[in-house]
């Protein structure tokens, strides 16, 4: 729609050249609107602000321009209409469609691929679990709204840097340390190694309450870490692969990749030239047994850089992060995504590297998220402990598995495996991607699973009822001729057209649910196609049309699901 937009803007500045009003073009595609429904068109153009200049009510200036339209056709536009004082747009839906077909035809697969931010470059940060410990359901949103960011920005063009900032240094290590040297094991360690790892602090806590000098050891061992000292750091080596080995697994079945994974640790020897350069521009300060940068000027509380033993602090990592990532990549744009309750640690880090004089600071932004919070009492914290994606995964793929056996038993066991794999996994990542990531996302079970509601499901079950039609519709040829007979097409095609621009929204908000949002109206508009138009058995012509239909809503469907990274099943 964009390209049309333009040329509707630049002949509406015509119209208003010839009145003696200058207008810009940005002004004007600003004042678009999209009309309520459907039957009134696809763009309304309010032309209220210009009353004056006319010295006329409203309804009469949009008379007007529709006249301007009518003595200067464009060959998109079907039919104006005059509503008050909007002029409304109905754009041609054949028009639409053929441009739908020809881009199609040209590029594919990746018929909805851009160049809108091409030349531009952007770190993504997500996902970031703590090692050592569980992958929490917590760090699920970073993971898949990070996802889904990254996939987004390569579809319009960018080129994309995805770095897992996996938190693997801070002093929690010298704990796990302490605690494995005194009742570790090896082969325990081996078998289980996050949930081992987590029984081992949970030990170092109860034990260090009877005896705070486990506390001293822990900072010890830490120091001994940052300094390199080769016992610590062989025990860390260790904890850190087998931690990750046991992520990647959960990447694996979440479909999300990363293009760096540079943890915490990476950072602990860039960490003396942070201090030197705030140093140099006079901004740290002694307090309270640390050096700190005072924010009271800003209203906030001061940035820890440095603790009076050494230890290097969360913050100072991410100050040499950003600065090594800014030397690296030169990115044009940076995304921290990462949960709301750390607002205030990044607006304090990046005021630091303001007042450092980094004057790229104005380029990083902290996409925050809100919390998930659970409504059935199954998933609610077990006996108070968190609760861990793995399982949320599981449940989601075995209650798929009971649904399935209901409703297709005539599936081979593996496919069943294969098929609730696919949904169940799908089914989270739809249901976190669905909602504005600002708010919570309230979890419940009949919500993510409803195959006739808002769901992954949902989308899943259109996509192979496409791929069905196609297959019975096998001896017909797809045809881009247009042969609409029936609204639902028309409202199909227009729904189909809209793919881009919400592409865009969705960059432009840095949200997902626009497209998520969008594949449900999608979906809605195919399920009202199908439910009136047939493909197979009718004329060679209307069938020929339809199943091209069917084929773009089946990609288009493909290309948001891949955007989101969900996948879709072939059959279920
Ligand atoms: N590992 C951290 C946590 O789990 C998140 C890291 C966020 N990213 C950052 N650059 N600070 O809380």
Known sequence: MIGLKDKIANSIIDFLKQNNIDAKKED??????KPEKLEFGDIAFPVFRYAKDF?????????????????????????IEVINGYVNFHISPQWMFEKLVKE?????????????????TFVVEFSSPNIAKPFSIGHLRSTVIGNFLR?????????????????????????????????????????????YMLSLYVRFHKEAE??????????????????????????????????????EKTYKRLNVHFDKVLGEAFYSDKIDRVVKILEEKGLLEESENALVVKLDDYNMPPCLIKKSDGATLYATRDIAAAIYRKETFDFDRMFYVVGSEQKLHFKQF????????FEWAKDMEHIDFGLYRFKDGKMSTRKGRVILLEEVLDEAVNRIKEIMNEKNPDLTEEERENVSEILGTG?????????DRIKDVQFSWDEVLNFEGESGPYISYSFVRCKGIFRKAEGIEESGKYTATHESEIALIKKLFEFKDIMLSAYNNRKSHFIANYLLDLTKSFTTFYHNCRVVGE????????????????????????????????RM
């Open 539 to 570: 004329d060679k012509g209307i069938s020929s049309f339809r199943k091209m239909l069917v084929k773009l809503t089946m990609n288009t469907l493909k290309a948001g699901a891949d955007i989101l990274g969900m996948r879709l099943p072939d």
């Open 427 to 435: 089914a989270i990542i739809f249901n976190d991607l669905k909602n």
């Open 151 to 195: 996939n987004l920005l390569k579809s319009l063009g960018a080129n994309v840097i995805g770095i897992n900032h996996i938190g693997d240094w801070g002093t929690q290590f010298g704990k796990l340390i302490v605690a494995f040297k005194l009742w570790g094991n090896e082969e325990e360690l081996e078998k289980d190694p996050v949930k």
């Open 104 to 120: 199609f035809e040209e590029k594919g697969e990746d018929f909805y691929k851009s160049d809108v931010l091409k030349g531009k």
């Open 350 to 357: 990046f005021k630091v590297l303001e007042l450092a004089g």
């Open 210 to 247: 009877e005896n705070p000098s486990l506390e001293d050891k822990a900072r010890e061992a830490f120091l001994n870490l940052e300094k390199g000292s080769e016992e610590e750091r062989k025990l860390w080596e260790k904890f850190r692969t087998l931690s990750l080995k046991e992520f």
């Open 55 to 79: 010295r006329k009510p409203p309804v009469e200036i949009a008379e007007q321009v529709k006249g301007f339209f009518e003595a200067n056709p464009l060959k998109e536009i079907e039919k």
């Open 28 to 33: 004007i595609l600003f004042m678009f609107k």
